[in-house]
């Protein structure tokens, strides 16, 4: 019988300390939400771009590679995917219309400028530091599953 009882209390001790851990969970994620408001849903990370010379020095100069800061509103991400070179692509939630021009001929062969109007959503490329820090930042904590609730040792006042 003491053996029962002392499971069952265990248990209940578990199934609170578990409840407990879910309602943290839920302050941290209202306090997320007020942080949000103060802008802090915003992710910053690098990017590199290469700007070509001029066409009369291109043949002696080296394209120059120069790196900038950017950040994208983590609410807007939809999903992930990592590729070959361990860089991750966000892709996000907000797309927009663009016109972009072209040339084609028209009926008596002559080019003519057009414009066409294209629906597009961003996709961002993140190197491994930035991509390392955006699962930190990103990840959710679940509550204990019922098998680590089962493995946790439950210490009280009288050490057992």
Do not use: C, W
């Not at 016109?99 to 490329?125: C, F, W």
């Amino acid at each position: 019988m003491e053996t029962y009882k002392s499971t069952v209390e265990k248990m209940y001790e578990l199934q609170f300390y578990n409840n407990l851990l879910i309602e943290i969970y839920n302050l941290k994620a209202e306090l997320n939400q007020l942080e949000t408001k103060t802008m802090r849903n915003q992710f910053f990370y690098t990017y590199e771009y290469t700007v070509a010379p001029e066409a009369p020095t291109r043949a002696n100069v080296e394209p120059i590679v120069l790196t900038k800061m950017a950040s994208f509103n983590i609410e807007k991400v939809i999903r992930t995917v990592e590729i070959e070179d361990g860089k991750l692509i966000v892709i996000l939630d907000d797309f927009h219309e663009e016109t972009r021009q072209g040339v084609k001929n028209n009926a008596n062969g002559k080019p003519i400028v057009t414009q066409e109007k294209v629906m597009l959503q961003s996709e961002i490329h993140l190197n491994i530091e930035d991509k390392e820090r955006f699962r930190k930042v990103t990840s959710v904590p679940f509550p204990l599953s019922l098998t680590e609730i089962n493995n946790l040792e439950v210490i009280t006042d009288n050490g057992v």
